[in-house]
């Protein structure tokens, strides 16, 4: 049984039966609308939590939260080693691959847990927040959690059955806030924020697995270990740099200004972030697979990533513009006059999340035509120009100093890079660098259309609204005017059939 957007079933011996396969670009703009929804989705919800728990709890709390969140995601970036991508582009026998996997990411995991749970003092030492011990060894459990789950998701992700895993991520994200408000109500703290996380958890892994096409069990083959661990090894060292230099301010910001202004900070970064969460997020379920089925043909593929930069750039700079321009009210009117303070960082860290998005998507095409060293190199390239300046920055400006740091190495250091990685592909991104020219022609006449709005307009809501739709409305208005933006929409002939020999997964059903 098929759904809307999924692949369809092998055809005669074993082969996928391209005359019957609905066209790469129609599956993947199904899941991508998937993939929208189900971010739009997830950011109302974090959105209203957020607003919520930012009149109950205390900027300390936010900060040993900020503390315990940073474990949880460096854990899991590299708890599946990799291997989720290269399940997602595997060309073998899909079914001992998954079985390997299976078995490969529950060691990890198990690993991970006990080094944590011993290096929990050392690290709330480290970060200066000595009463968060317990807190780190609880949280850290997410990543058993999630190791049950990270094989049914690569699968669900390489069918294109984005549909499938919006429904299994959306009753854990209710979960999850719902007992975090409650909890946080009771008078439990940065508890309620860790209990909260980890029953969401619970909830999305046992729904993935129950969607899964498939339900491997655990299994090894050396052959197939050692095929997926040389493509996954390098994506999890690059994903755990990637995390580690997102996560460096805090760890810098908690050391240097103390716990309240990380929880300030973390409140400036979450803004920032907006943009990327509700676009780039959408984007990146399909873009590595989108990317993989291309390889082979150099036209599509340029014309791919080309295409697919200009529309995320589009999709994201009204965004960010507006959050920049109107950091103020933005903080103010959602988190309450107690986090103003928070705004000095945001229009600075808002330029970081817009580069941020781009730079992410270069790293999902080199992960998709296999060079995952490249993804590598770049993690590590940003992570070692980041922490001098990151720690200059807090040193000099606070929390400001920290998001100008993050502003700089981003785009003058790591975006640039990211292109030249794409350079060996045989890609010409100068479509897109051209693109870019006219899209900032758009966003500087939005910007001047909020300013003076904002300008005119009494009080935070009304600054933000007016401001807000006056940024969208010149944004959109601009876009429109100028052809080659219009182009971007238009859907020319389908790409030519997936390139992929082996059998697609199938519903079992």
Known sequence: MTEPGDPLPPGAGGELDTTAAPPLRRLVAVNLGW????????????????????????????????????????LISVNDVGLFTAIVRHRGDMAVAAGTAVSLTMVSSAALY?????????VASALNVPNAIPILRVAALVVLIDALCSVPAALLTRALRLGRRALAEAPGLVVNAVLTIWLARDGFGVWSLVWGRLAGAAVVAALLIALAPQRPLPGFDRREARELLRFGLPLAGGGLLTLLLLNLDYIVVGRVLGPVQLGLYVVAFNICTWPFQLVYLAVQRVSVVGFARLVGDRRALGDGLNRSLALLASGVLPGCLAIALLAGPVVRVVYGDRWAAAATAVPLLVVFGGVRTLEALIENFLAGVGRSLAVLW??????????PAIILGANLGGIRG?????ALVAAVIVFPLALSMTRPSGVDLRPFLGQLFRLASAGLAAAGAVLLVSSALPGDVPRLLGGGAAAFVVYAAVWAAWPDLRGLLRVGGDPPAPLVPETPVSDPQ
């Open 402 to 406: 920290v998001g100008a740091a993050h």
């Open 378 to 387: 770049i993690s590590a390239a940003w992570l070692l120009s980041l922490l």
């Open 114 to 122: 006990a080094v944590s749970f011993a290096a929990a003092p050392w």
């Open 35 to 74: 993939g929208l929804a189900s971010q739009t989705g997830a950011r109302a919800v974090s959105a209203a939590t957020a607003i919520l728990l930012a009149r109950i709890l205390v900027p300390a709390d936010y900060g040993v939260f900020a503390v315990a969140t940073i474990v949880m995601e460096l």
